[in-house]
């Protein structure tokens, strides 16, 4: 069965940096989306992208957040100058116009 | 806006008896509605999901559920549990827009398991 595949599993990043977190979605999804769970509470969407551009972002996606699809495979969530409540678990998700809604693994950050 | 409300926050069954965790949406139009399960540490796990026709659905490891539009309810249910079931078990709500179908998850309902 086709997987979305996240990386790193784990990432440690100091505080005030800049991290990347990578996704190759599954090859025939059109839509892609960017979702985190802090430690201990509900899985929250922050972003969805379609047709190379954002197509609804939550509250919680300001600024300091971006997304891209740099090759036209991978999908990335670039997070600038990190803070401390960054800290989460972010999840990837494609889906093939809501029929295939497939989750990724997770990315595990860590805000130092 | 979409919710959802997953109004037990912990369950604790025995391995054997009986399951069922709700699941109430608030969706203007048609929803399609998700079941996942989630093991300390781990990601997401479908295990089922309902975008239209019959109402009770099927899925994985034994698991159905029923939606009932009169009580915007999509509960989960399992015959008899096993003591591999103990998880956290998300309800989500999304739907068809120009732009994808965003999902919104209830505050999860932790399952524990006795043996």
């Known amino acids: 069965e086709p997987e979305v595949t996240q990386t790193p599993s784990h990432q440690v990043t100091q505080m005030g940096q800049e991290v990347i977190l990578r996704c190759v979605p599954i090859s025939n999804h059109l839509y892609f989306y960017w979702y985190r769970q802090i430690l201990g509470q509900k899985v929250e969407f922050l972003v969805s992208?379609?047709?190379?551009?954002?197509?609804?972002k939550s509250e919680i996606f300001d600024d300091q957040f971006s997304v891209e699809r740099p090759d036209g495979s991978n999908f990335t969530l670039k997070i600038r100058s990190t803070k401390l409540e960054d800290s989460a678990m972010y999840f990837c998700?494609?889906?093939?116009?809501?029929?295939?809604?497939?989750f990724g693994s997770g990315t595990r950050l860590t805000i130092v | 806006a979409q919710s959802v409300t997953q109004p037990d926050i912990h369950i604790t069954v025995s391995e054997g008896a009986s399951l069922e965790l709700r699941c109430n949406y608030s969706y203007g139009a048609t929803p399609y509605l998700f079941w996942y399960v989630q093991s300390p540490g781990q990601g997401l796990q479908l295990l089922l999901k309902y975008f239209s026709g019959d109402t009770l659905v099927q899925g994985i490891k034994g698991f159905e559920a029923e939606f009932k539009r009169s009580q915007s309810s999509f509960n989960l249910r399992k015959p008899s549990v096993h003591w591999s079931d103990a998880a956290e078990y998300f309800c989500a709500v999304g739907g068809l827009t120009g732009g994808g179908n965003k999902l919104t998850f209830g505050t999860g309902t932790q399952l524990k398991v006795e043996l």
């Open positions: 992208f379609y047709n190379n551009e954002i197509s609804e």
């Open positions: 998700a494609t889906d093939r116009e809501g029929y295939g809604y497939t």
